[in-house]
């Protein structure tokens, strides 16, 4: 280990720096920031002073009213953190204890079934063409809000059908979208007055904010009668359950959602057949 170690502030910086350089989100890192400058004001000790209780005072006062999700990830923050410094020779373990994580209650994904699927494609094609792009896109394509918002004219291949998406972490990936989508598109294109790169614009041709995109499907789903509000992720989590109800590996699945890892698209493999509930509703009410 190194003889002499940087003060906390500065390996701090070091690896905020070290975050940002990998392209981790905005979010992520502030996040990141936030729990290191909350966990070192409550022990303000040096980085090679710490040890587990430190860790566990500090997760039992400040956590303990907090949910799972946000003490998971403020241990991740700080598991990260003493790997960097593990790295770096400025302390030679990691502080956290993996028993210390919270178990995750397994909460179903909101999806559209096949009867309000059916609704959304009738109704959108009473919209304005620009919001009817919208819908179709999010139904068929299963991209997220904010990677809509970011997508360019330059970014659509229509002979191909694809999208090029730039996602998470400004890792980029390639979205398919159907023929109808590819048409709708074809026909906004053509209809836009301005000549600027991006697909969807405001009245004052300004590139659509993703506040401005979830409004469009808010209002739609307000419209559309739906039991539950309408949000534009519930049209991602359809997507995919709609793939893998046709049978699509879960590989290909996640491949087309941006998802590193097969797990985080094992959920769906789980969601009951609509077909199932629908016939169960049927005879038991």
Same mark, same amino acid.
């Given at each position: 280990?190194?003889?002499?170690?940087?003060?906390?502030?500065?390996?701090?910086?070091?690896?905020?720096?070290?975050?940002?350089?990998?392209?981790?989100?905005?979010?992520?890192?502030?996040?990141?920031?936030?729990?290191?400058?909350?966990?070192?004001?409550?022990?303000?000790?040096?980085?090679?002073?710490?040890?587990?209780?430190?860790?566990?005072?500090?997760?039992?006062?400040?956590?303990?009213?907090?949910?799972?999700?946000? %003490?998971? #990830?403020?241990?991740?923050?700080? &598991? /990260?953190?003493?790997? @960097?410094?593990?790295?770096?020779?400025?302390?030679? !373990?990691?502080?956290?204890?993996?028993?210390?994580?919270?178990?995750?209650?397994?909460?179903?994904?909101?999806?559209?079934?096949?009867?309000?699927?059916?609704?959304?494609?009738?109704q959108s094609e009473h919209l304005p063409l620009r919001n009817r792009v919208i819908i179709i896109i999010l139904i068929s394509?299963?991209?997220?809000?904010?990677?809509?918002?970011?997508?360019?004219?330059?970014?659509?291949?229509?002979?191909?059908?694809?999208?090029?998406?730039?996602?998470?972490?400004?890792?980029?990936?390639?979205?398919?979208?159907?023929?109808?989508?590819?048409?709708? %598109?074809? #026909?906004?294109?053509?209809?836009? &007055? /301005?000549?600027?790169? @991006?697909?969807?614009?405001?009245?004052?041709?300004? !590139?659509?904010?993703?506040?401005?995109?979830?409004?469009?499907?808010?209002?739609?789903?307000?419209?559309?009668?739906?039991?539950?509000?309408?949000?534009?992720?519930?049209?991602?989590?359809t997507f995919a359950t709609e793939l893998v109800d046709k049978g699509a590996d879960l590989r290909f699945v996640a491949d087309?959602?941006?998802?590193?890892?097969?797990?985080?698209?094992?959920?769906?493999?789980?969601?009951?057949?609509?077909?199932?509930?629908?016939?169960?509703?049927?005879?038991?009410?």
């Amino acid at each position: 280990m190194n003889e002499r170690i940087p003060i906390k502030e500065n390996i701090i910086e070091e690896f905020i720096t070290e975050l940002e350089i990998e392209n981790y989100s905005e979010g992520t890192v502030y996040e990141y920031r936030w729990t290191l400058n909350n966990f070192f004001s409550y022990c303000n000790k040096e980085v090679n002073d710490l040890n587990h209780e430190d860790v566990l005072k500090w997760l039992e006062t400040y956590q303990k009213d907090k949910g799972p999700h946000i %003490i998971n #990830q403020r241990l991740s923050a700080l &598991s /990260s953190f003493f790997n @960097y410094c593990i790295t770096e020779g400025y302390i030679n !373990k990691n502080l956290i204890k993996t028993r210390w994580y919270r178990k995750l209650p397994v909460n179903m994904p909101r999806f559209l079934d096949k009867t309000d699927i059916a609704k959304v494609l009738v109704q959108s094609e009473h919209l304005p063409l620009r919001n009817r792009v919208i819908i179709i896109i999010l139904i068929s394509s299963g991209i997220r809000v904010g990677e809509l918002a970011k997508l360019n004219i330059s970014d659509i291949d229509l002979d191909k059908r694809e999208l090029r998406i730039q996602g998470k972490g400004d890792k980029e990936r390639i979205a398919h979208i159907s023929k109808y989508c590819s048409y709708l %598109i074809e #026909q906004l294109i053509k209809c836009k &007055s /301005s000549k600027n790169d @991006y697909l969807l614009e405001s009245r004052l041709n300004r !590139k659509l904010s993703k506040r401005s995109i979830q409004d469009v499907v808010h209002n739609f789903g307000i419209k559309l009668g739906l039991e539950k509000s309408l949000y534009a992720h519930a049209f991602r989590h359809t997507f995919a359950t709609e793939l893998v109800d046709k049978g699509a590996d879960l590989r290909f699945v996640a491949d087309e959602l941006g998802h590193e890892s097969i797990t985080t698209a094992e959920i769906y493999a789980h969601i009951p057949d609509q077909n199932i509930i629908n016939f169960y509703r049927k005879c038991m009410g």
